[in-house]
């Protein structure tokens, strides 16, 4: 048999929150972001699956879009970062991708290229977040030079949120965020886009033109409380495994690299084939859930690369083979995420090559 680490996808799931994130814009339009091979989940198996529904898709580099492409899919992608060099402007003319433009140096580049058809710009605009993105008057100067360019057939005026996730916040809000759009870039007739899926599950306000929908398509919620919206998400993926070896230790005996959990009393130790080079975070704290045969037992000792441990004790009918989810439908990403002083954005994408990918649905 081979060896069991499995990441099951679940493509229905996907397909159920995309039309979830458009129930909640019916005025607007989605695109669905599928950067860093859809946060694990495989960007084409995910865009085929979406194909029909998507007016678009977004990524994070024109690597990721001719990916799209060479799969056969027709949609505009939208490259969140923008282009790095000059010489990917004739190619995002030729193939119909959209970019985001966030300085002045790429303006120019546009303005002094030939290009085989006029293109369409996604106007990064920074209204707090601080990271890319011209701010106010300088933004309302961006638009309307890009917008007098030939090389350019149409300007979307986009932000991004910075904590859209929190219910309550001392930071920048969502609605101070919206304020610092300029006037004149909220205007009739200018498409904005706004909402990340924390936008979109919790803020009216950020319902715009276009929504920019990404971890809820996977099934994890962002926010941090739930609400009637975050709790219809399905778990797109489940990282599974099984148990592959069964042992009493005795009280006062370590297990695994460097002691970090010794037993107080003689305990039932299962290991898992599972380990940080299949992305399952080494931080994870002792005590972090994990299902076995869909029963809940903590994890022990430090995780290895290729396995970790886990206190069998209390299932006396755990044994070889028996099944371990390390996240998915029955266990969610998040409380395993926090259990590693993370989010699950960074289990969905940190989950490596060498874990097959089985998909279910279509
Ligand atoms: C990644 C990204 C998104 C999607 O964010 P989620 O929180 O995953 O919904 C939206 N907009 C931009 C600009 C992004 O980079």
Not at 321 to 332: M, N
Request: glycine residues 8%; proline residues 5%; charged residues 25%.
């Amino acid at each position: 048999m081979a060896r069991p680490a499995v990441a099951d996808i679940d493509l229905d799931s996907i397909r159920a929150n995309f039309r979830l994130a458009t129930t909640l814009a019916p005025q607007g339009k989605a695109l669905a972001v599928v950067k860093a091979d859809a946060y694990g989940h495989g960007a084409v198996r995910v865009a085929r699956s979406l194909a029909d529904e998507a007016e678009a898709f977004a990524v994070a580099s024109i690597e990721e879009a001719r990916t799209l492409r060479h799969a056969g899919l027709p949609h505009p992608v939208l490259l969140l970062e923008g282009f790095f060099e000059e010489s990917e402007l004739d190619e995002i003319a030729r193939e119909g991708y959209w970019s985001a433009v966030h300085d002045t140096a790429q303006i120019d580049r546009i303005a002094r290229t030939d290009l085989p058809r006029p293109i369409t710009v996604w106007l990064k605009v920074d209204t707090g977040m601080h990271r890319l993105g011209f701010s106010g008057a300088e933004a309302v100067a961006a638009y309307q030079r890009l917008s007098g360019l030939p090389q350019v057939e149409r300007v979307v005026v986009m932000t991004h949120l910075a904590n859209a996730d929190q219910a309550v916040t001392d930071r920048i809000s969502v609605a101070d965020q919206i304020e610092r759009l300029p006037p004149a870039l909220r205007a009739p007739g200018i498409e904005t886009s706004v909402a990340n899926s924390a936008g979109l599950l919790d803020h009216d306000l950020a319902r715009l033109d276009w929504q920019r929908p990404g971890i809820m398509l996977y099934g994890a919620s962002p926010l941090a409380v739930e609400n009637d919206y975050s709790q219809q998400l399905q778990a797109a993926m489940t990282l599974k495994s099984k148990i592959i070896a069964m042992r009493w230790v005795e009280p006062g005996e370590q297990v695994g690299y460097g002691g970090r959990f010794v037993a107080r009393d003689r305990r039932r130790i299962g290991t898992v084939a599972m380990g940080y080079a299949d992305g399952y975070p080494r931080q994870a704290a002792e005590g972090t859930p994990v299902l076995v045969d869909g029963q809940r037992a903590p994890l022990v000792g430090r995780v290895s690369m290729d396995m970790l441990t886990v206190d069998l004790t209390d299932l006396p009918n755990a044994r070889i083979d028996s099944e371990v989810e390390l996240w998915g439908k029955r266990l969610s990403a998040n409380e395993v995420a926090e259990c590693c002083d993370t989010i699950a954005y960074h289990l969905f994408t940190g989950v490596t090559a060498r874990v097959p990918r089985d998909y279910r649905g279509r």
